[in-house]
Nanobody, 127 residues
Framework: QVQLVESGGGLVQAGGSLRLSCASSGRTFSNYAMGWFRQAAGKEREFVATISWTGGTRYYADAVKGRFIISRDNAKNTVYLQMNSLKPEDTAVYYC????????????????????WGQGTQVTISS
């Protein structure tokens, strides 16, 4: 069983930055594609970013492209989400997720492809 623990959320002003981390307990972290999703109050969970098991392929939602950067450190079993130029509409609970099929498929933007999820970390952007 893989456990994912997010950290780094908080309250920042618009235009600021935050760096989210997601640490995995699994020994096979390097085999997984990893994704970040978010869910704002009253809205459905939405895709934010994903990264392949090698780190060589990354996809971003249009809403965050050019502002957010996803990265991973397989030696530390950790995936990161650097968030810059934050906007009030970025306010949400952010979840990381792991796809066990990471070596077999391109990283997915669909939440249904992911097998393991963290508990989420709150990000609040004030205007």
């Amino acid at each position: 069983q893989v456990q994912l623990v997010e950290s780094g959320g908080g309250l920042v002003q618009a235009g600021g930055s935050l760096r989210l981390s997601c640490a995995s307990s699994g020994r096979t972290f390097s085999n997984y594609a990893m994704g970040w999703f978010r869910q704002a109050a009253g809205k459905e969970r939405e895709f934010v970013a994903t990264i392949s098991w090698t780190g060589g392929t990354r996809y971003y939602a249009d809403a965050v492209k050019g502002r957010f950067i996803i990265s991973r450190d397989n030696a530390k079993n950790t995936v990161y989400l650097q968030m810059n130029s934050l906007k009030p509409e970025d306010t949400a609970v952010y979840y990381c997720a792991a796809d066990r099929g990471g070596r077999d498929y391109a990283p997915s933007v669909k939440s249904s492809r992911y097998d393991y999820w963290g508990q989420g970390t709150q990000v609040t952007i004030s205007s």
